[in-house]
């Protein structure tokens, strides 16, 4: 089992940032994969960021040159860095993380983004 918390949602108006951390616990050796997805209501779940341990990661294109996400192997820990943000970034946030052959998940943190 993985154990998955996140923090850092919050309320902030159009233009500003937010900073969103992970940090994961339990069974934590050979966890693969890291990221974000989000999910607004009456949407479907959808892929923010993700990033592998040696550190290459991949982007909605929604989101390409805004948010950045990072990982520090050591703490076990995921980070997303959104910049410019718009209200249609507007959702809950999750953590996730990949450990051969199950998906974790965090419990959410709520990220509104006001015009």
């Known amino acids: 089992q993985v154990q998955l918390v996140e923090s850092g949602g919050g309320l902030v108006q159009a233009g500003g940032s937010l900073r969103l951390s992970c940090a994961a616990s339990g069974s934590i050796s050979s966890i693969n994969e890291m990221g974000w997805y989000r999910q607004a209501p009456g949407k479907q779940r959808e892929l923010v960021a993700v990033?592998?341990?040696?550190?290459?990661?991949n982007y909605a294109d929604s989101v390409k040159g805004r948010f950045t996400i990072s990982r520090d192997n050591a703490k076990n820990t995921v980070a997303l860095q959104m910049n410019s943000l718009k209200p249609e970034d507007t959702s809950v946030y999750y953590c996730w993380s990949y450990r051969y052959p199950y998906d974790y998940w965090g419990q959410g943190t709520q990220v509104t983004v006001s015009s």
């Open positions: 990033i592998a341990s040696g550190g290459s990661a």
